[in-house]
């Protein structure tokens, strides 16, 4: 694929934008500046995660119906299984459904125990992520379901082979989107992509972009999850635990080359990791050949 124009520009990607639900007021008004600085950007979709074990279930909704009520934004609910009954889960669903929410990103979560323990299903519940897409699906067939992938495998996964038949079991149950665990290597997420086509799944595998607000803080958290942090990464952040300023100019820098590298080879659709933070999305959109609705019309 190829995603150049006649005049040598790359063609506008898509963009989706993921943020989570705030715990203070303070947070609030900060995650609202965030959307209204993004939302000209025009994004296919923005999305709000679920605390782990359901923890955030009211402040994931209420953020949600916000986006629906106060911009023209499509909202993706993220949901998992942990922690609920079907039954509760179901009826999660349906309030998102009556509320007109028709896009969900469907999880399994991790362990209650916290990342590492061994995962165990609700014994009511749904039992993993294929079940809950399906259980999504059959309940609401006009609710879009976007569900995870690992380029790196999931932690848990035994291999490649399994961690794969687990994305296929989640397209088989009716999803139509995935979207990438971060990583910072491309080369895990081309290795990825080539391994899920060649096991016959055609749907979009749409790469997750987190710029590294603070790097320490940040690798802490990916690391965890099991992606990779790079020696070479780790080094262009040396030294720079005390100078804010120019880890941003860094982080954006270093996206924007992740992103413009991953277009160049044909990639057309970006997931971002805000962390509710706009200022370097929003230039590395703008690096995408991406304008604010706008200043599209002004130009
Ligand atoms: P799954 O696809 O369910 O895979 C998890 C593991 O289970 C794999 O090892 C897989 O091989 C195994 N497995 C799955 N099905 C079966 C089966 N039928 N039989 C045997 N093994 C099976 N967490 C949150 O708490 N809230 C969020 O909002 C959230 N959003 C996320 C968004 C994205 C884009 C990503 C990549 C992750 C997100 N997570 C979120 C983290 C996620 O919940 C954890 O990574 C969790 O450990 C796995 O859930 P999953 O649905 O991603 O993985």
Redesign the pocket.
């Known amino acids: 694929a190829h995603t150049e124009g006649q005049d040598g520009h790359l063609k506008r990607p898509a963009i989706s934008f ?1 943020f989570f639900p705030p715990k203070t007021e303070d947070m609030e008004r900060n995650l609202w500046e965030t959307i209204n600085r993004l939302a000209p950007l025009d994004p296919k979709f923005v ?1 709000v ?5 359901g923890s955030t279930r009211e402040r ?1 909704h209420s953020t949600i119906s916000r986006i629906l009520k106060e911009t023209p934004l499509l909202p993706a609910a ?3 299984c ?1 922690g609920a009954s079907r039954g509760e889960i179901d009826e999660i669903v349906d309030r998102y459904h009556e509320v007109g929410v028709r896009h969900i ?7 209650a125990g916290g ?1 590492g323990t061994p ?1 165990a299903s609700h014994p009511d519940g749904y ?5 809950l897409v399906a259980g999504i699906k059959k309940r609401h067939a006009d609710i879009e379901v ?5 380029p790196e ?6 291999d490649f082979d ?2 794969i ?3 296929k ?2 397209v088989d149950a009716g999803a139509t989107r995935a ?4 990583f910072f290597d491309n080369d895990f997420y081309f290795r990825y992509l080539d391994r899920v086509r060649a096991r016959g799944i055609n749907i979009p595998v749409v790469p ?1 972009i987190m710029p590294m607000h603070n790097f320490k803080q940040a690798r802490n958290f990916v690391t965890r ?1 099991g992606t990779t942090v790079p020696e070479w990464l780790a080094a262009k952040f040396e030294g720079l635990d005390n100078d804010a300023e120019t880890r941003k100019l860094v982080a954006a820098t270093v996206a924007a080359g992740q992103v413009q590298k991953l277009a160049k080879h044909g990639v057309d659709t970006f ?1 971002f990791y805000t962390m509710n933070r706009a200022d370097l999305v929003f230039a590395i959109s703008h690096l995408l050949g991406i304008r604010a609705k706008s200043a599209q019309k002004a130009a």
């Open positions: 993921e999305s995660t679920y605390g782990a074990g994931t993220h949901l998992t942990v990103v469907a999880l399994r979560g991790d362990p990342i995962y039992q993993n992520s294929a079940d976007s569900v995870s992938a690992y495998k999931h932690p848990e996964s035994r399994a961690d038949d687990t994305l079991a989640k979207i990438t665990q971060v997750g999850n997931h």
